[in-house]
């Protein structure tokens, strides 16, 4: 996971920014599109959902660091330390020391105690502290936690992993990627379809959804060819008819002939 962690740095703060990142409540990545088959406003909604991994202290402070203690922490793969001073003694100072040295999370004080958090979110994001002589004194859980969601990391959600979630969580929808884009259709045809995009949505723009309603047609009739022919030679076989006749094709309405195949053809309107 390094190299995919690693392409993710750069842009993830841009990202999140786009997809509005948790804020500092905490609540996860939420993006919506509000889905309206049958022409019904908000009969149902698409989200994307990515939440973080996040680890809580139970330390006692002042921490009675004297310089040099250390703290093991694996985010998303990648091994860091966070190294303390002796003037690292309450919660704040910790925090601010955390941040200072670690890479792709967040620490803040929450309660008197320590919270660490992802930067981003989603299935795959983990996140653990090792150990240190430090983690004495901060008393981290052990064991490695990981994010939650319907997608594996919010900065690098997919057109495929959105069409899976419209298609789950709106009934009456078809969501598919197409050409590099995402194409929703509803299920049911003719007049009286229709689905649309609402206003309110947060990820319309991202995709490049437009806000009208889109209506569905009415399939009308089409042409179609009826062909019925005989074999011009006489029967081989003495195969005959109930009538006594040789077997032979029934008169058609139109005229269409073709001299080749002694077949005559007919149109006649068909239903799309």
Known sequence: MGDRVQDAVDRARAVLDGLGAAGADGEPVEKTIWGSPAGKKRL???????????????GVFPTGFAGGEVLDVRVMGMDQTVTFDAADQSVEQVAARMNEQLQLVSVTVDAGQLRVRTDLGGTDIRLAVLGGDANAALAF?????????????SAEVGLGEIA????ADIPGVIAEEVEGALRLRTVSTGVAASIQVDPTSTLDDQLGLDNDPHLGAEGGAANALRVEGKDPAPSRTGLRSRS?????AR?????????????TARSSPTSR
């Open 44 to 58: 149902a909604t698409g989200t994307v959902v990515a939440g973080q991994a996040e680890l809580v202290s139970a």
């Open 251 to 263: 008169p058609a309405s139109s005229t269409s002939r073709s001299s080749r195949t002694g077949c």
């Open 164 to 167: 899976a979630i419209v298609a």
């Open 244 to 248: 006594g006749r040789p077997p032979e």
């Open 141 to 153: 859980p052990a064991g490695e936690v990981a994010g939650a969601g319907n997608v594996a990391m």
